[in-house]
């Protein structure tokens, strides 16, 4: 009787141990009602992607009467080391267009960054999104991949 207690709690905690991080602070595709259940709208693509230190969510979607895509990105600090304040710049890369986010002052809390901003390019399947994220002390490039 010993022995099974002593198994099942080691079943229960290597059973929680397995669980994957959520590198994306729970933002999912979802959760983005405004844009994907909005008939104006036509909702293209979620890419994401992440590293040690940050998680990156981009929501690609334009009007339809309009062939400007917008863009809504997020960017989740989970670095072990506490969050690096002060400036932070990010930029992305679409295929061949690169363009800048601009520089963002992060904060201890929340560590959830959303950041809008328009593309001329509409990313497919097999397009290369990359976003790098620079802090004072370091600069981390993500590749995002179609979910």
């Known amino acids: 009787m ?3 207690a002593i198994m099942l709690i080691l079943l229960i905690v290597l059973t929680g141990c397995s669980k ?3 590198y994306y602070g729970g933002i999912t595709k979802d959760k983005m009602t405004d844009i994907t259940n909005d008939p104006k709208l036509e909702y293209l693509h979620e890419f994401k992607g992440h590293t040690d230190n940050w998680g990156a969510v981009m929501y690609f ?3 339809k ?3 400007k895509v917008s863009t809504r990105g997020y960017f989740i600090y989970n670095g072990k080391d506490e ?3 002060g400036a932070v710049t990010i930029q992305y890369q679409i ?3 690169t363009g800048s986010f601009g520089t963002i002052t992060a904060k201890r809390n929340p560590p959830i960054y959303a950041i809008l ?3 001329s390019t509409s990313p497919t399947s097999n397009s ?3 976003v790098v994220v620079q802090t004072k002390d370091k600069s981390e490039t993500i590749e995002l991949k179609m979910d």
């Open 20 to 22: 994957e991080k959520d």
């Open 95 to 97: 295929d061949e267009e």
């Open 83 to 85: 969050l690096p304040t």
């Open 128 to 130: 290369k999104v990359k």
């Open 65 to 67: 009467d309009s062939e």
């Open 117 to 119: 901003f328009d593309s």
């Open 61 to 63: 979607y334009k009007s």
């Open 2 to 4: 010993k022995w099974t």
